[in-house]
């Protein structure tokens, strides 16, 4: 979350630097861009084997140039608690189904999936239902890199089977190719704190499980083939346009 915070301090304060600088009314034109933008994800696939509903939060730099083609690259942080892993832990549950930490006590283990894609992307923005040529119809292509994981926490207990290196034979850790495509509306104003996007997007991740072993599982086979993963969704943007600062003009007498 501090990570958030700190981007969105900058995008502020280059919104007041960019400020006023050019007039997007007047034609199409060329600038590099910065943004944040959150997303909530449905599952689909082998993902949804595994995991339930999920959000997303992301942070998104590029380029439009002056014929509104957009190339940028973007992340985004997955997060989410929705597990539908059945049988996770059973191994080290008792006949009550609690798992005791190292003092003897019923610990309180929580489940949550973490994970992160990474993207280049290539769009077009076509100026259809806008106030400017700037501004319309956003479609966007991508392709790069995914991982996710299950996060297992033990709050303030401490339970040696699911620390450390033991973690690993239950982490479901993943790893693959990602794509992505959106398609939704892009709006630029002169005033950079104004200008947003929002739209629907549709990723398919091409993974492989990375462990070759769970241990709450033990004569389960780990398969690596090729998982088919999709997570779709809509989203929303604070897209923050890098004006160039434009030059003051003089006149003589």
């Known amino acids: ?15 007041l630097l960019s400020s006023a600088q050019r007039d997007v009314t007047k034609g199409i034109i060329g600038t590099p861009y910065v943004g944040v933008h959150f997303g909530m994800n449905i599952p689909g696939g082998a993902f949804a084997e595994r995991y339930g ?20 690259a973007d992340g985004n942080f997955i997060f989410g608690n929705k597990i539908h892993i059945e049988g996770l832990l059973d191994n080290l549950r008792d006949e009550a189904g609690t798992i005791t930490n190292s003092s003897g006590s019923p610990a309180e283990i929580l ?22 040529d700037n501004s319309g119809l956003m479609i966007q292509l991508g392709a790069g890199y995914l991982w996710h994981r299950l996060r297992i926490e033990s709050q303030q207990d401490e339970v040696p089977q ?29 005033q950079g704190v104004y200008n947003f ?17 769970f241990w709450d599982k033990p004569n389960e086979f780990v398969s690596k083939d090729i998982r088919i993963e999709y997570q779709f969704g809509f989203k929303v943007g604070w897209l923050v346009p890098v004006y160039k ?5 003089f006149y003589f007498d």
């Open 53 to 72: 509903f999920t959000s997303n939060l992301g942070g998104v730099a590029g380029y439009k140039t002056k014929k509104n083609w957009i190339y940028a």
């Open 162 to 190: 699911i620390e450390e290196e033991n973690l690993k034979g239950y982490d479901r850790l993943t790893i693959g190719f990602n794509t992505t495509q959106f398609i939704g509306y892009n709006f630029m104003a002169n």
């Open 197 to 213: 996007y929002g739209g629907f997007y549709f990723q398919q991740g091409f993974t492989q499980d990375q462990r070759d072993i």
């Open 1 to 15: 979350m501090w990570r958030f915070t700190i981007a969105l301090m900058v995008c502020v304060f280059l919104s």
């Open 111 to 132: 489940f949550f999936v973490r994970g992160f894609n990474i993207n280049a992307m290539v769009g077009k923005v076509i100026p259809i239902w806008s106030p400017n």
């Open 245 to 249: 600062r434009q030059p003051k003009e």
